[in-house]
């Protein structure tokens, strides 16, 4: 069974700098990776999607990349910002016939000004 | 707007009695999936269904049921057999990929806080 780990479980960081989140899992045949930002009491909203064949996917200060064959992929946060002060959670979508999402529990942020 | 969207945002719940979370989108997608998420835990999938008129157990079945009659509705029942409801709930749809069994970005509705009295 595909395992999701995300590693550290918080993080704090000053104003400016750059977040290095991280999300790792057990079983490399995936379909894709998506990183979701959660607020609060909110639900999840979608950041990126990284299909396997891909390497990284960027927008705007964000970029993700996947490494399929060490079971990792990270995202890189530029420049952050308090309003970037979240929950980050990590999916890899399987490639059984059900194509199940399996989570991590996430990396909580705090961006302190 | 395209989206998805639940109802209510909070649920109280009584012992022994059933209630229905609802779940509604209008993104053409073919699959919906149940999360349930508890604090400092990720999701944990409860009920997906891939097709209108069929649905598959997740991880958490248990103490709870689902039907898919029509395609952008996917409603969720907390059943008394639920010994520990108190949780929130996130719906989620998501498009068939290119691939047999795949599926691509998934889309989330904004949660249902259900709590037992």
């Known amino acids: 069974k595909q395992e999701v780990t995300q590693i550290p479980a918080a993080l704090s960081v000053p104003e400016g700098e750059n977040l290095v989140l991280n999300c790792s899992f057990t079983?490399?045949?995936?379909?894709?990776l998506q990183w979701f930002r959660q607020d609060p009491g909110k639900g999840l909203t979608s950041l990126l999607l990284?299909?396997?064949?891909?390497r990284e996917q960027t927008s705007g200060r964000l970029n993700a990349s996947l490494d399929k064959s060490s079971g990792r992929s990270t995202l890189y946060i530029a420049a952050s910002q308090p309003g970037d002060s979240a929950t980050y959670l990590c999916?890899?979508?399987?490639?059984?016939?059900?194509?199940?999402?399996?989570f991590g529990a996430g990396t909580q942020v705090v961006v302190t000004p | 707007d395209g989206g998805i969207t639940q109802s209510p945002k909070y649920l109280f719940r009584k012992e022994g009695q059933n209630v229905t979370l609802s779940c509604e989108q209008n993104?053409?997608?073919?699959?919906m999936y149940w999360y349930r998420q508890d604090p400092g835990q990720g999701l944990r999938l409860i009920y997906y269904?891939?097709?209108?008129?069929?649905?598959q157990k997740g991880d958490i079945a248990e103490g709870y049921s689902v039907s898919r009659e029509k395609k952008e509705s996917f409603p969720l029942t907390v059943t008394s057999a639920q010994k520990n409801p108190t949780a929130f709930y996130l719906c989620?749809?998501?498009?068939?990929?290119?691939?047999?069994?795949?599926?691509?970005?998934?889309?989330f509705g904004p949660g249902t806080r259900l709590t037992v009295l």
């Open positions: 079983d490399s045949a995936i379909y894709n």
């Open positions: 989620a749809s998501s498009i068939r990929g290119k691939e047999a069994g795949s599926y691509n970005e998934q889309f």
């Open positions: 990284i299909q396997s064949s891909q």
């Open positions: 269904s891939q097709i209108v008129n069929d649905f």
């Open positions: 993104l053409n997608h073919d699959a």
């Open positions: 999916a890899v979508g399987g490639t059984d016939s059900w194509g199940k999402f399996q």
